[in-house]
């Protein structure tokens, strides 16, 4: 039941402390939407509305298809809101393409798209008794006018913190499994699912229907999660975040053996289509399919009134951390299934269904220090270390500070007691200190100071622009700290899906020493004579290691012997307990083993991890163009914009040569993306970056059919309204692989406009603009034989 349109509990995969761009800012702002009566928006207005539908859409890829949210569902939530009131005020800047019209997210590239038989609906959130009990009302008003003398009951049931899931069975195999999506498409996850020992193959019993939908929700138990991730610490690797990330991460490995190795499970909560079946409420299906095999929820109810409801709503407040699994709220829908048809669905939500969240937990600890963390963009974030503190059900030790203006305004002191929450219940927030506990210990706290230089590569800080709150760290070229995020950027499933190319591989390469101990008391010195490491020695103990990496430029010339020697410094366990000293370990290679006569019996060699990444980055250079654009790490260019501008220029020399009005141009790009691209290439190391990855044998062309005549070549082509034998995708296509641009508006550079039905605006300003207008069967005619027939009048 993850985060939709409305939002939904989804915890981090890192621990690291994320910046969040522009959310504080706005959160005075916000409130819920409504209508009121309509006025111009002003240019600033439509401003922080591009904005806002630029970062909510961001936001959703990062949760929907990297399982990695970069604020809290608290913070999403908020965003979400604004916008709404936004376009209830002003109808005129709403679109089809606006966040607030989609459900779920688009699904990611890295498993086949599969359309869901019936559509996959989110639910609206509701934070707060009284729009609970807003909507109740509502409801029981609606079916009353709609059935008149009908009274609902209510099914009632944990909202599970997992990832969404729809099980296709027909004739009670099972053959299909599938992610949400974006609720109509989502991706197939078949493989991976069957490994999980919850979910039968087969339907128990008979009379199965010829078809089923089965929705459902994976997740991680919390006691096998806990019990996992101290496998993975014993074994020298890096905890997963939380149950939900750990869930969500498992269904998209893509070698169904790592998924069979996690513990899995997964409740049932609905059904979308079906064929032989005709249950007649939400309590009978789950009977009915609990009887087949499939797992369902023991805290399921059936409930007949309002306070019964709020009765649940406490008791399993109460309980949250006692059960199976992590909640982050409670599901309530009609039971009844003529009553829910009765009531139908808006354009995102049922009308029948509603998810209350609970409310942040709050919980107080002493605040140990602020520290910084340096970001991909260079953005310097504070954040609080903590005393260990258990929130939510999870132990903190990190929360999030934003910018130093957050810190003052909070008026927290170092050495502070604070209260803290999981805002969302994801990531942790200081609230604020709690001042009566300062009497006496006035001497220990001290006020934070926001650092003039990188704590990373000690370059004098600035904002990123006149009037920011964040300040950046402008060395973007030689930080270690930006050039780490960037080349963990570069091997994330939105870039290049490196998968052996994560956070701990990419410290290895360009910054080894991150975590060596501050002095050689903190050294296991017989865990440091075996390691193999050959670590050099200055007289105040290890020298720093010369990383691998000094620029991303060379990721793609690497060989495994340039990794031979890395070493990284990893804290030593004894027993499953911390020993508080840290010893050097080999990241790439074995360590070598010798015999007792210290002949050596087994040379070092790569690790089977250090075969799979360098087998990936000769597979990464064959990537299509969009993903090598956005692994550049170009400021605003997502996987959205990459799409546009690959799909428009076909390659990295054409778009590197285009001018900014001309990128504006671009559907799916703008002027803000526009300004960021030509900023980003007249900077020379990344044009070095560019050709370096190019000579390495990066792909920085998307492949053309040879057959297929040039007949465009230098020609910009814009395509409005519908054709009959031609997507807008395949438009495009056809118009790139025959040399021409398919740009998105008409000026005066446009050689051809193709009107299809219902073409608008574009027509008209092409014949403003005297520009040629083709109708399909010209269009046909233009693709096989070029633009000779037709001449513009100022040719």
């Known amino acids: 039941m993850g985060r939709g349109v409305a939002g939904a509990g989804h915890p981090r995969r890192s621990s690291r402390p994320i910046a969040v761009s522009g959310v504080k800012a706005r959160l005075g702002q916000v409130t819920t939407a409504q209508h009121t009566e309509a006025t111009d928006a002003s240019p600033e207005l439509r401003e922080e509305y591009a904005g806002l539908v630029e970062e909510v859409a961001r936001h959703q890829v990062a949760y929907h298809q990297k399982d990695a949210p970069l604020i809290s569902d608290a913070e999403y939530d908020q965003l979400i809101h604004r916008l709404r009131k936004i376009e209830a005020e002003h109808p005129e800047l709403a679109s089809a393409d606006s966040p607030t019209q989609q459900v779920g997210g688009t699904p990611s590239e890295a498993f086949s798209p599969v359309e869901h038989l019936r559509r996959m609906y989110s639910l609206e959130d509701l934070f707060s008794s009284s729009e609970l009990r807003t909507w109740y009302d509502r409801a029981v008003a609606s079916l009353e006018k709609q059935r008149p003398g009908e009274k ?14 729809s099980l296709l069975y027909r004739h009670g195999e099972l053959v299909r499994a599938a992610t949400r999506g974006d609720g109509t498409t989502g991706e ?31 997740f991680m138990p919390s006691e096998a999660f806990n019990t996992f991730n101290q496998t993975l610490i014993d074994s020298g690797k890096p905890p997963l975040a939380n149950p939900r990330n750990a869930a969500a991460g498992s269904i998209r490995q893509k070698d169904p053996a790592k998924t069979a190795q996690r513990p899995l499970s997964m409740f049932v909560h609905g059904i979308g289509a079906r064929s032989g079946l005709e249950p007649t409420s939400q309590h009978q299906t789950y009977e009915t399919l609990e009887a087949w095999g499939l797992p369902v929820s023991p805290y399921t109810a059936i409930v007949e009134s309002f306070e019964e409801i709020q009765q ?21 829908k009609v039971d009844d299934f003529a009553q829910q048809r009765s009531l139908g669905h808006t354009s995102r939500v049922p009308r029948w269904a509603a998810a209350y969240k609970y409310a942040p937990e709050e919980v107080t600890t002493r605040l140990l220090d602020i520290r910084e963390h340096v970001g991909r963009t260079g953005r310097v974030t504070p954040y609080a270390v903590l005393r260990k503190a258990k929130v939510a059900g ?17 008026g927290v002191l170092i050495g502070d007691d604070v209260m803290i929450r999981k805002a969302g219940d994801v990531i942790p927030e200081v609230l604020g200190p709690v001042l009566p506990t300062r009497e006496g210990r006035e001497n220990e706290l001290r006020e934070y100071v926001f650092p003039e230089r990188c704590p990373a590569c000690g370059t004098v800080l600035a904002p990123g622009k006149e009037g920011d709150v964040d300040y950046r760290c402008p060395n973007a070229e030689s930080c270690p700290a930006q050039l780490s995020e960037r080349v963990v950027h570069i091997g994330s499933r939105g870039a290049l899906d490196i998968e052996a190319l994560g956070y701990e591989a990419g410290l290895a390469l360009t910054n080894p020493d991150m975590r060596r101990p501050i002095d050689a008391d903190h050294i296991d010195q017989e865990a440091l004579e ?19 990496l000094r620029s991303e430029a060379g990721l793609f010339d690497l060989t495994a012997d340039d990794v031979k020697d890395v070493y990284v410094w990893r804290e ?10 840290w010893a050097p370990s080999l990241y790439f290679w074995t360590k070598p083993q010798w015999d007792r006569n210290g002949e050596l019996k087994k040379p070092s060699e790569p690790t089977a991890n250090t075969v799979q990444l360098f087998e990936e980055l000769q597979k990464a250079k064959e990537q299509p163009l969009w993903r090598v654009l956005v692994a550049l790490s170009i400021r605003h260019v997502g996987p959205t914009a990459s799409r546009a501008l690959s799909s428009a220029y076909g390659s990295m020399e054409k778009i590197r040569a285009a001018d900014e009005e001309e990128l504006a141009g671009i559907d799916g790009v703008g002027p803000v993306i526009a300004a960021s691209i030509r900023e980003w290439f007249s900077v020379d190391w990344h044009c070095r970056l560019v050709d370096q990855w190019a000579a390495a044998g990066v792909r920085m062309e998307d492949e053309v059919d040879e057959n297929t005549p040039r007949t465009l070549e230098g020609l910009t082509v814009v395509v409005t309204g519908s054709l009959e034998e031609y997507s807008r995708d395949e438009s495009k296509e056809a118009i790139i692989t025959r040399g021409g641009r398919a740009a998105g508006s008409v000026s005066n550079k446009t050689d ?21 207008v083709l109708d399909e069967e010209q269009f046909i005619e233009l693709l096989n034989k070029g633009p000779e027939q037709w001449k513009r009048a100022d040719d």
């Not at 075996?530 to 691998?548: M, N, R």
């Open 394 to 410: 999870s132990e903190v030790q990190r929360a999030t500070l934003h910018n130093q203006d957050v810190v003052k305004a909070k």
């Open 312 to 332: 649940y709503l406490d008791t399993y407040e109460q309980k949250r951390h006692d059960l199976i699994h992590e909640i982050d709220g409670v599901v309530i």
């Open 188 to 218: 197939d996850v078949t493989h991976n699912v069957r490994t999980i020992k919850d979910i039968p193959h087969h339907l128990v019993g008979d009379h199965h229907p010829e078809e089923l939908e089965v929705r459902g929700e994976i």
């Open 752 to 772: 051809f406009v193709v009107a299809g039905a219902n073409a608008g605006s574009k027509l008209a300003k092409a014949e403003q603009l005297g520009v040629p």
């Open 530 to 548: 075996t390691s193999g490491a050959s670590v050099a020695w200055g007289a105040e103990g290890p020298t720093d290691q010369t990383p691998v």
């Open 152 to 165: 609902p009951r209510w099914l009632v049931e944990l909202k599970i913190d997992g990832l969404a899931i």
């Open 572 to 581: 030593v366990r004894k027993g499953g307990e911390s020993t508080g000293k």
